[in-house]
């Protein structure tokens, strides 16, 4: 990249950020300090402001820069991710939305513990939700440095490493000075930012073929090197038993992980009513749903115009196909319109990463302090206390996640995070659905349904590809990869379902029918929801 296209680049993230951390500012000037106004802004946003939220939480880097690049560098199969992320809403919008809002007050936790002993199932869920949020932010974190990278010329591999550090920094200062209010303001410019760049670039790409998708899709089939094979299913996952196996374990995750990603069941806290939660699901579907179907475009445009041979490059899994399409939509590296593009491009990214990262880091945080810290001391403590907690927290979660970016840095971002969503799946779903849809659902079935999906999901992750045994794994050079999937969800999700079931049949806990009587009552009608 050229010193202009560096410059501008980089003014646009300055601008963003300090634009951000106003927000911020002002926010924490005007806040009351409550538990409720740090965890869920005082629940006062209308559907909309939420349903745009909600979208900016999901468009995260996974979307905008590693899903566009799996199809760009696999043209069919990449699609998988697209279908996976639309169809998951369904299962939030019919199951989860309205019944988590009336059940819950701040976490997932809260929804479980109305009919369950509130100590073991609160460390429980804490201890899922916390390993899925981190997971999550490794994703975004890698996303930051392949960004920063492309820019800086894919040289400097200290650029990438302060690049995360840095993300990761502003991050903890969004979520301990802002809470959800800022959060929750930040994904809405961001969603509005996205959004715009995908429908330019998506205008863009389709002038260029003067409107013919058909074009679109042969140009990007011939310039793939595989010719057809590029739009047919199989060139990812169609290769042997272990690729189609693992294709059907992503595609379960990817369905059922949304319904049990902590920063996502947050979101319907922020708002007045159950119904208002509905309607910030159709809203977001509705934002979601036209995003994803504008990435099929980009991603199949990235292959016909730069190329899979340039985009891998620049980065081997593909996360910087968009960037480098919007240089050629632009004009090139040496044209102006490029550079501009190129860099407003970078910029939405980079936004998107910022935003995301804040959100999953509140998430987490508010398990850690409402859930873990207030279960492992006698008592609850007070709520100013509870959100000194939530503020430390973020910044242990920070570091962590800072820390495992840097070690899975040449990964592919929606990969990541299709992990994420295998042990959300396998951990956090179980136990919602139970404890929302069964009668006899017991503690022990409770802490079993969490602890029975994630161990299983994290252990398969330790010993698959993923980690050691092949040379993209983190570990190339070990080799103790006995589990030959490189996503756990068709293992890990029925195990979770499994020990649920087996925790509560083995149980001498007797259910307790007047609390599930009020629970199903509460959750189906908000009669004493928070």
Not at 271 to 284: G, I, Y
Not at 467 to 480: H, M, N
Request: net charge neutral; hydrophobic share 55%; glycine share 12%.
């Amino acid at each position: 990249m050229t010193g202009h296209h560096q410059t501008l680049a980089i003014m646009l993230f300055s601008g963003f950020v300090a634009v951000t951390l106003g927000i911020t500012t002002w926010v924490s000037r005007n806040r009351r300090g409550s538990a409720e106004e740090f965890y869920v802004g005082g629940r006062l946003f209308s559907p909309m402001e939420n349903g745009f939220a909600i979208a900016g939480d999901y468009m995260s880097a996974a979307s905008f820069l590693g899903v566009t690049g799996l199809i760009a560098l696999f043209g069919y199969d990449g699609l998988l991710y697209v279908v996976g992320f639309l169809v998951a809403w369904l299962l939030v919008l019919f199951l989860v939305a309205e019944l988590v809002r009336n059940c819950g007050r701040f976490t997932l936790a809260d929804v479980i513990v109305a009919r369950m002993s509130e100590r073991p199932v609160r460390v429980a869920a804490g201890t899922s939700s916390v390993t899925v949020s981190v997971l999550y932010l490794v994703a975004q974190m890698v996303g930051a440095g392949s960004l920063v990278a492309l820019l800086l010329g894919g040289t400097s591999q200290a650029a990438r490493v302060w690049t995360i550090v840095g993300v990761g920094a502003l991050m903890v200062v969004y979520v301990s000075m802002g809470g959800m209010r800022a959060t929750t303001w930040i994904q809405i410019v961001k969603a509005v930012l996205l959004l715009g760049g995908t429908v330019a670039l998506t205008v863009l790409v389709l002038l260029r073929f003067h409107g013919d998708v058909d074009r679109l899709l042969l140009t990007a089939a011939e310039r793939s090197g595989h010719g057809d094979a590029f739009l047919a299913p199989g060139l990812k996952y169609g290769a042997d038993w272990t690729a189609r196996l693992d294709f059907i374990s992503l595609g379960l995750a990817l369905v059922l992980g949304t319904a049990g990603l902590p920063h996502i069941l947050s979101r319907f806290y922020t708002v007045p009513t159950a119904r208002a939660a509905r309607r910030s699901v159709l809203w977001s579907i509705g934002l979601i749903g036209g995003f994803y179907l504008m990435t099929i475009v980009l991603g199949f445009g990235a292959a016909a115009i730069v190329g899979p041979g340039s985009i891998r490059g620049s980065n081997a899994a593909g996360n910087t196909a968009v960037p480098l399409l919007a240089l050629d939509l632009g004009g090139g590296a040496d044209s102006t319109g490029g550079t501009v593009l190129f860099a407003v491009v970078g910029a939405i990214a980079f936004a998107t990463i910022l935003a995301v990262v804040a959100g999953i880091t509140l998430a987490s945080s508010a398990s850690v302090a409402h859930d873990l810290y207030s279960s492992l001391r006698r008592g609850r403590g007070e709520p100013r206390s509870e959100v000194a907690v939530a503020r430390v927290a973020s910044v242990g979660i920070g570091v962590v996640a800072i820390a495992l970016g840097l070690l899975a840095r040449d990964m592919n971002v929606a990969f990541l995070v299709g992990l994420a969503f295998a042990v959300a799946a396998s951990a956090n779903l179980p136990v919602l659905l139970y404890s929302l849809f069964w009668r006899g659902f017991t503690t022990r079935g409770a802490v079993w349904a969490v602890y029975g999906g994630l161990i299983p999901a994290l252990a398969l992750v330790a010993l698959s590809p993923v980690v050691s045994g092949s040379p993209d794994s983190l570990f190339p050079g070990a080799d103790f990869q006995y589990f030959p999937l490189q996503n756990p969800g068709i293992v890990s999700i029925p195990l979770g379902f499994l020990a649920g079931w087996l925790g509560t049949v083995t149980s001498a806990e007797l259910p307790d029918e007047a609390k599930h009587a009020e629970t199903e009552v509460r959750s189906l009608t908000g009669a004493g929801a928070a």
